[in-house]
C-alpha cells in the first residue's frame, strides 16, 4: 500500500525552515505535483527584517499554489496582482510562459506572529506549458468543505470526495487538507493513478504501521489506502495523473532542457518584466552576481 515513506529535508532560508519534500531522489513528482516545501511552522517577531523575505524571481511552466496554516503573505506579481494570503485560502497563481512574483511577511514584520503552511508546485501539461500567465484568488468559504466522522476536509485544488473546487487546474489532480480527530479514519481516494499524503501534524497509522509529521507517504496506485488517525491530525492529500518527465533548474520547469535555457537567459538579460508594485530588487539566477534593477521593470 505505501509505496514509500519520504522525510522532508529541512533548509534554512535565512530566516525560517523550510522542510523540502519534493522533488526526491527516487520520487520526483506525484501526478502533476513537482515541488512540495513546508513552511514553518515557526513564531515570527516584530521587525522581521526584509532579508527573510522572496524578492521577486521568476517561473516557466508551472502553477504555483501557496496554502497557509497560519499567518499572512504578501503576494505581487508582473501581472499588476497584489493579494494577501491567509490561512485557508488558494493562491493559485499560473506562470505559463513566464512570471515574476514576490512573497514578502510584511504583517509578520509589523506585529509578529505565526507562520505555516505549505507552497507546492503543479506541472503543465505539454499543451499548456506556454500558456498566457495568470492568478486566481479563492476565499477559504469558497472552497468546498465536508464534515463526517470526525473528518474535516477541504477540497483546495482540483476534485476529490465527489467535490470540486472552483480553481482552474491544467490536468486532473486533486488537493485536500483534512483535519482528523485521534480514532478518526480516512480513506485516500483510489481515482488517481498516483496519489500520497504529507503528515502536517500529528501521526497516523497505515496497515497497522504508524508515521509521523513531517512524512510523506507515497501510496501504491489504485490500492485501498485508509489513514488511521493515531491522534489528532493534519493532513494534505495530493493525487493526480503523471503527466510525463519534466526538467526542474531553480524556478523553472518544462519538459525541454532547451526551454528552461531560453528562461535563464531571459532573466539573466532583463527580459521578465518585474512585479509592478515590487520592481526596486529581484533575485539573481544561483551561482551568478547581482544585478541592477531589472531594465523590464
Given at each position: 500500500?505505501?509505496e514509500?515513506?519520504?522525510?522532508?529535508?529541512?533548509?534554512?532560508?535565512?530566516?525560517?525552515?523550510?522542510?523540502?519534500?519534493?522533488?526526491?531522489?527516487?520520487?520526483?513528482?506525484?501526478?502533476?505535483f513537482?515541488?512540495?516545501?513546508?513552511?514553518?511552522?515557526?513564531?515570527?517577531?516584530?521587525?522581521?527584517?526584509?532579508?527573510?523575505?522572496?524578492?521577486?524571481?521568476?517561473?516557466?511552466g508551472?502553477?504555483?499554489?501557496?496554502?497557509?496554516?497560519?499567518?499572512?503573505?504578501?503576494?505581487?506579481?508582473?501581472?499588476?496582482?497584489?493579494?494577501?494570503?491567509?490561512?485557508?485560502?488558494?493562491?493559485?497563481?499560473?506562470?505559463?510562459?513566464?512570471?515574476?512574483?514576490?512573497?514578502?511577511?510584511?504583517?509578520?514584520?509589523?506585529?509578529?506572529?505565526?507562520?505555516?503552511?505549505?507552497?507546492?508546485?503543479?506541472?503543465?501539461?505539454?499543451?499548456?506549458?506556454?500558456?498566457?500567465?495568470?492568478?486566481?484568488?479563492?476565499?477559504?468559504?469558497?472552497?468546498?468543505?465536508?464534515?463526517?466522522?470526525?473528518?474535516?476536509?477541504?477540497?483546495?485544488?482540483?476534485?476529490?470526495?465527489?467535490?470540486?473546487?472552483?480553481?482552474?487546474?491544467?490536468?486532473?489532480?486533486?488537493?485536500?487538507?483534512?483535519?482528523?480527530?485521534?480514532?478518526?479514519?480516512?480513506?485516500?481516494?483510489?481515482?488517481?493513478?498516483e496519489?500520497?499524503?504529507?503528515?502536517?501534524?500529528?501521526?497516523v497509522?497505515?496497515?497497522?504501521?504508524?508515521?509521523?509529521?513531517?512524512?510523506?507517504?507515497?501510496?501504491?496506485p489504485?490500492?485501498?489506502?485508509?489513514?488511521?488517525?493515531?491522534?489528532?491530525?493534519?493532513?494534505?492529500?495530493?493525487?493526480?495523473?503523471?503527466?510525463?518527465?519534466?526538467?526542474?533548474?531553480?524556478?523553472?520547469?518544462?519538459?525541454?532542457?532547451?526551454?528552461?535555457e531560453?528562461?535563464?537567459?531571459?532573466?539573466?538579460?532583463?527580459r521578465?518584466?518585474?512585479?509592478?508594485?515590487?520592481?526596486?530588487?529581484?533575485?539573481?539566477?544561483?551561482?551568478?552576481?547581482a544585478?541592477?534593477?531589472?531594465?523590464?521593470?
Open positions: 500500500m505505501i514509500l515513506a519520504i522525510e522532508q529535508r529541512c533548509r534554512d532560508l535565512g530566516g525560517f525552515e523550510v522542510g523540502r519534500v519534493l522533488p526526491y531522489a527516487k520520487r520526483r513528482m506525484v501526478g502533476p513537482i515541488f512540495f516545501d513546508r513552511m514553518g511552522p515557526v513564531e515570527f517577531p516584530a521587525g522581521l527584517p526584509r532579508s527573510v523575505d522572496v524578492r521577486p524571481h521568476p517561473h516557466i508551472l502553477s504555483t499554489i501557496t496554502y497557509l496554516f497560519e499567518g499572512e503573505i504578501m503576494h505581487r506579481d508582473s501581472l499588476g496582482t497584489e493579494q494577501p494570503i491567509r490561512p485557508g485560502e488558494v493562491n493559485w497563481m499560473t506562470a505559463g510562459r513566464g512570471i515574476t512574483h514576490s512573497e514578502r511577511f510584511e504583517r509578520a514584520r509589523r506585529e509578529g506572529g505565526p507562520m505555516d503552511g505549505i507552497q507546492a508546485w503543479v506541472a503543465l501539461p505539454e499543451a499548456h506549458e506556454e500558456t498566457e500567465p495568470g492568478f486566481e484568488h479563492v476565499g477559504g468559504a469558497d472552497l468546498p468543505v465536508w464534515q463526517e466522522d470526525g473528518v474535516w476536509g477541504r477540497v483546495v485544488a482540483g476534485e476529490a470526495f465527489g467535490l470540486k473546487a472552483g480553481v482552474s487546474t491544467f490536468s486532473p489532480m486533486a488537493y485536500v487538507h483534512l483535519v482528523m480527530d485521534a480514532g478518526a479514519r480516512a480513506a485516500v481516494p483510489d481515482d488517481y493513478a496519489r500520497a499524503a504529507y503528515i502536517a501534524s500529528g501521526s497509522e497505515v496497515d497497522g504501521r504508524r508515521y509521523g509529521a513531517g512524512q510523506m507517504l507515497v501510496f501504491t489504485r490500492q485501498p489506502v485508509t489513514l488511521a488517525a493515531a491522534e489528532p491530525a493534519i493532513i494534505m492529500l495530493l493525487a493526480g495523473e503523471p503527466i510525463g518527465p519534466r526538467y526542474i533548474e531553480w524556478n523553472f520547469v518544462s519538459s525541454s532542457r532547451e526551454r528552461i531560453q528562461a535563464k537567459a531571459d532573466w539573466r538579460a532583463g521578465m518584466k518585474l512585479p509592478d508594485l515590487d520592481n526596486q530588487e529581484f533575485i539573481p539566477l544561483p551561482g551568478e552576481p544585478a541592477p534593477p531589472n531594465p523590464m521593470s
